[in-house]
């Protein structure tokens, strides 16, 4: 919001009425609710994907994929951050006991939930993870399970 907008709320009686600064992209990009009748990643993202750290077993990942029954596994550091993302062919291929950082894909495309996109890994401004994007569960209206999910 800008100052202009906060002194006239303030004026007209509301409080606390706070200045965001970093302004309503930031906000959303970091997957915070708007509204809007904007179609935008973050609102159709399948979230609670599979995950892994890098010293995960290779046979542990492929378990959790199968389980998921979409892909790719992503590999997370100790605070969330998307490292890279480990697909099927490759965890098969590899020995069990491997860890899953020998085997993932570095430099992983991601996209704030603030943007428009076709398959991709979601990401706050911060790099941590919200989920998993594909453009065929976008409909016209998101029904009430998607927006459930998203706030849940």
């Known amino acids: 919001m800008s100052p202009r ?5 303030e004026a007209a009686g509301f409080g606390p009425v706070y200045d965001y600064v970093a302004g309503k992209m930031d906000w959303i990009a970091a997957d915070l609710p708007f509204e809007g009748t904007a179609e935008l990643a973050g609102m159709f993202t399948r ?12 046979a542990e990942a492929l378990r959790l994929l199968d389980t998921q029954g979409f892909g790719p596994v992503l590999v997370l550091n100790h605070a969330g951050v998307v490292m890279g993302a480990a697909y099927r062919e490759a965890l098969v291929s590899t020995p069990g006991e ?3 950082a020998s085997v993932m894909r ?16 979601v990401t706050r401004s911060d790099g941590t993870l919200v989920g998993l994007f594909f453009a065929g569960d976008v409909t016209s209206q998101p029904g009430p399970a998607a927006q ?5």
Request: a neutral charge; charged letters at 25%.
């Open 5 to 9: 907008a906060a002194w006239r709320l």
């Open 47 to 58: 979230r609670g994907v599979a995950t892994v750290a890098e010293t995960t077993p290779a």
């Open 98 to 100: 491997a860890e899953t």
């Open 106 to 121: 570095f430099g992983v495309s991601t996209v704030r939930p603030s943007e428009d996109a076709t398959r991709v890994v």
């Open 148 to 152: 459930a999910e998203r706030t849940g």
